[in-house]
C-alpha cells in the first residue's frame, strides 16, 4: 500500500483491474455482443426468411403446438419480433430424458416447423458475459458477480486517482508510446463514465438475490415461493385435472389484453396444462416497449377465456430491480440508442484491454532496469495476447462453425461452441511459440482475415448472402455482413499498428547499437 489517499487508490485501482482484467474483457466484449443477440441468431439461421410480424401470429402459433405438443404440459412461444422475425417454441416432453425440453422454429406465415440448423446463436454470448460455460449456473454467475464487484471498486478508485479526468476526455496524443496508451485507457474510461458505472452496478443488483439472499431468508424462512409472489406477483402453478377440455380461441384475450396495455404488443404466450379443465394461457407483454424487465402480463382460463388476474408494475422495491435490470440489458432501446449501448460497450473493452496492456508495458520498463522480466510479467503479457486478440478470433470461429459444420451432425449447436473454445485455445498456445508481438500481429491479422471471409463464405454456401439481402430488403442481414467487415477493418488495423510499432522499435534499435571502426591502412 502506497502513502497517501490518492496514491492508495492508484494501488487499488492497478490491482483491482488487473487481478480480473481478463475475465473482465471476455464478460465485456461478449456483453456487447449480446446487445445484438436477436441479430446474430437470426443471422446464423440462414434457412429463415425475412418477414414482417402479424396480428394472426398468435394464433399461428397455438395452432402448431396443438398438433406438435398437444399432450406436453407446458407451452413457451417467443413471437415474431422486427428483429427476429421467426415464431420460437419451447415445451416440455413427458417422455424424453433429462429436463425434458424441445424446442423448435415455426414459420410465421404457415406454423410449420422450419428445417433450420441448431445454433444457440446469439444466446451463447449472452449467457457466456454472465455465467461463462463449461460449469455449473451457478459457479459461473458467482465468478462474474466477484469479478463485477472488482470492477466496481477499479471504476470508483479511478475516478478518485485522476485529477484531470475531465480534461483527459480531450486529451489524446497519438504516436507518443505509453503515453497513449494511457491517454487511450482515459478517453475511453471517461467517454462513458456513466455507462460503465451504470452496466457494472445493474449487474451487481441482477444477482443481488444470488450474492445476498439473508434479509430474504430471514424474512421468509423456506418460503421462497411466498416472496416470489409478494415481490413479483408469480402466482401459484395449477396442478392438471384430468378432465379433457379444448383451448379457448386465442385471439380475443389478444385484443383484451392489447387493450389493457393501451396498444402494446404481444411477446409471449405461456400455457399450462393445455387441454385440460385446468389450463392457463398467460400472455406476456414485449419487453422492448418498456424500460422496466418486470413483465406485465395478463393470465386466463385456458378453458373458458375468464381473466384470472393481471401483473404489472410491483412494489417501488421490485419495480426499482425491474428498471435496473431493464437498463442492464437494453431491450428498450431502439436502432439509433441500440447502437449507442454497442459504443459504449466497446469503450469499455477497450478501456479493460488498455489498462491489462499498460499494466504490462510499465512491468517490463522496471524489469529492463532490474534484468529479466519476473513470471508475473510474462503471464500478464501472454493472457494479454491469448485474451485480447485472440477472443475476436474465437468468436470468429464461431460463425464459421455455423456456416461449415454439417446441417444433420448430432449435437451441432454444442459443437459450435466447442470449435469457439478450441479456437480461443490455440490462441493461448501460439504466444508460446512465437515471439511476443509477432503473437499480437499474427492473431489480430488471423482475426481480421476470418472476419472479412465470412460473407464470401456466406455467400458460397447460403441464399442469405449481402446482394440477395439488399434485394430482398433484409436489412438485418445485410447490416450484420457489414458489420462484419467493419470487425475485420478494425482487426486489421490493429495489426498493422503493431507491425509498424515492431518495424519502428527494431530500426530504432539498430541505430542505437555502435557501428565498429573501420581499420585504417
Known sequence: MKDGFRQSMAWLHTWSGLLVGWVLFAVFLTGTAAYLRPEISYWMRPEIAA?????????????????????????????PEPRDSSIRVFWRDPTAEGRG????????????????????????????????????????????????MFMLVA???????????????????????????????NLCAVLALPYHLMITYTGLVIFMLMTMPWGIERAYPNQRGAFNAEVFGNAPA???????VPLVPIAPLVEQARQQWQGGALGRVQVANPNDASATIQLVRDDAERLSFNPQSMTFSGATGALLSTRGEGGPAAETRGVMYGLHIGRFAGPLLRGLFVLAGLAGTVMVATGCVLWAVKQRQQAAKKGQPGFGTRLAEHLNVATIAG???????FFWANRL??????????????????????????????????????????????????????????????????????????????????CAAVLGFLAWKVARHQTTAARTRNAAVPRPARATS
Not at 171 to 178: E, L, M, N
Not at 391 to 397: C, G, H, I, N, T
Open 51 to 79: 418477414a414482417t410480424p402479424g396480428p394472426r401470429d398468435a394464433e399461428v402459433a397455438v395452432a402448431a403446438m396443438q398438433s406438435l405438443a398437444p399432450n406436453s404440459p407446458s407451452w413457451f412461444i417467443s413471437l
Open 391 to 397: 477472443l475476436p478470433f474465437a468468436m470468429a470461429a
Open 155 to 185: 471504476i470508483v478508485s479511478g475516478i478518485i486517482t485522476h485529477r484531470r479526468i475531465f480534461a483527459d476526455f480531450f486529451t489524446f496524443r497519438p504516436a507518443k508510446g505509453q503515453r497513449s496508451w494511457l491517454d487511450g485507457h
Open 238 to 244: 395449477r396442478r392438471p385435472q384430468g378432465q379433457p
Open 101 to 148: 425440453f424441445r424446442n423448435a422454429v415455426l414459420d410465421a406465415a404457415t406454423g410449420q416447423p422450419i428445417a433450420a440448423r441448431d445454433t444457440l446463436g446469439g444466446e451463447f454470448f449472452y449467457r457466456f458475459h454472465f455465467q461463462l460455460h463449461y460449469m455449473s449456473a451457478f459457479w459461473g454467475r458467482w465468478i462474474v458477480s466477484i469479478c463485477t
Open 405 to 486: 459444420l454439417p446441417q444433420d451432425m448430432a449435437q451441432r449447436g454444442a459443437w459450435e461452441v466447442h470449435v469457439f473454445f478450441l479456437a480461443w485455445g490455440f490462441c493461448a498456445v501460439h504466444p508460446l511459440l512465437r515471439p511476443r508481438r509477432q503473437a499480437w500481429v499474427e492473431q489480430f491479422a488471423l482475426g481480421a482475415a476470418a472476419f472479412a471471409l465470412l460473407p464470401v463464405l456466406n455467400l458460397l454456401l447460403t441464399q442469405r448472402h449481402v446482394g440477395a439481402s439488399l434485394m430482398a430488403g433484409d436489412w438485418v442481414r445485410f447490416w450484420f455482413d457489414l458489420g462484419l467487415l467493419g
